[in-house]
């Protein structure tokens, strides 16, 4: 099992969502920026460091929003969503394509990779608080 991390970034109403890059694994999807845990890191350090290193600025990791197990084709992945609101830093695209902050409402218009949905599924509904 691939244990991940995501951040929901949350500011003035909208969540920040991010592009994978084509040639990655699942180009082209948005997702919540985190990544991979490594051996012997808690999840909160892993999403300091991935948000350090995907995007150069420094978070404070909130309260954890859920867990996910998704199939992917390439493994199963066990994501830990945490939500995020104070980065600091100017946000720089070190892995990404492009990044969007959304409303609640708007996130039905991107194609997000499957492990995110049911995290997008709670922003619509109302059950993170924005």
Same mark, same amino acid.
């Given at each position: 099992m691939i244990r991940v991390t995501a951040a929901v970034i949350v500011r003035d109403g909208?969540?920040?969502?991010?592009?994978?890059?084509?040639?990655?694994?699942?180009?082209? +999807?948005?997702?919540f920026p985190g990544g991979k845990i490594e051996p012997g890191e808690s999840p909160e350090a892993c999403l300091r460091r991935e948000l350090r290193e995907e995007f150069?600025?420094?978070? @404070?990791?909130?309260?954890t929003l859920g867990h996910h197990v998704?199939?992917?084709?390439?493994? @199963?992945?066990?994501? @830990?969503?945490?939500r995020v609101t104070d980065v600091?830093? @100017?946000?720089?695209?070190?892995?990404?394509?492009?990044?969007?902050?959304?409303?609640?409402e708007a996130l039905g218009d991107f194609d997000f990779a499957p492990a995110d949905l049911p995290?997008?599924?709670?922003?619509?509904?109302? +059950?993170? +608080?924005?």
């Open positions: 909208r969540v920040l969502v991010a592009r994978r890059r084509a040639a990655a694994r699942l180009g082209g +999807k948005w997702e150069d600025v420094e978070a @404070t990791i909130g309260e998704h199939r992917y084709d390439f493994g @199963t992945v066990a994501l @830990t969503a945490f600091c830093g @100017t946000l720089r695209l070190n892995d990404h394509q492009e990044v969007r902050w959304a409303a609640p995290f997008v599924a709670m922003i619509q509904a109302g +059950k993170v +608080k924005l």
